[in-house]
């Protein structure tokens, strides 16, 4: 079953790869290179799966389901991870020093394949960015709705010093005009 899985993933990833590189720009993107830039491209066509409107009928096996969501996970805390640091001017060694870790630490946390990541780690990383860290079991349809745009500036999370400098609560605490669309 898993190889079922893994040809129909690349089978999907490979047509979408041709519409990322059009996008690229669009999206934001046009300044990312490397393998990074390609794993990004990879993994954005894999969580653009979850975007539409109804459950894909690949959910009904349990295996793909689980492997989709965790997929979408990795790439995820790696994308924020890096588009945080970038966007904060930040090298991997200066976020090395505020998490109190080496920076190969850093180059494996952005790696979306880097391996596991532990939550504490993630609490590191959102004390260096100033932001906050929230964690949640989800419906599909939750996770489906929540990650349809994975644009840099969907996954850069605001520092509260800048939070409180440029935006206005409104009231049941909802955020508005960050000055990010």
């Not at 945080?84 to 850093?106: D, F, S």
């Not at 929230?134 to 489906?144: H, P």
Request: glycine share 6%.
């Amino acid at each position: 079953m898993t190889s079922t899985i893994q040809a129909t993933t690349q089978n999907r990833l490979s047509a979408a790869g041709a519409r990322w590189n059009a996008q690229a720009a669009t999206n934001g993107l046009s300044n990312v290179h490397g393998r990074w830039a390609e794993r990004l491209a990879e993994s954005t066509a894999a969580v653009n799966a979850f975007s539409g409107a109804s459950m894909p009928k690949e959910w009904t096996d349990v295996e793909y389901r689980h492997a989709a969501m965790e997929a979408t996970v990795e790439n995820l805390i790696a994308w924020q991870i890096r588009i945080n640091r970038e966007e904060r001017g930040m090298t991997q060694g200066q976020l090395a020093r505020a998490m109190g870790t080496k920076q190969p630490a850093i180059s494996k946390l952005e790696d979306p394949e880097g391996g596991d990541v532990l939550v504490s780690t993630l609490v590191k990383a959102a004390h260096a960015f100033d932001c906050a860290l929230l964690v949640r079991f989800v419906e599909y349809s939750t996770l489906a709705v929540q990650t349809r745009d994975v644009r840099p500036e969907r996954l850069y999370a605001v520092s509260y010093q800048e939070e409180n400098q440029s935006a206005h609560v409104a009231p049941q605490g909802r955020m508005i005009d960050h000055g990010r669309t």
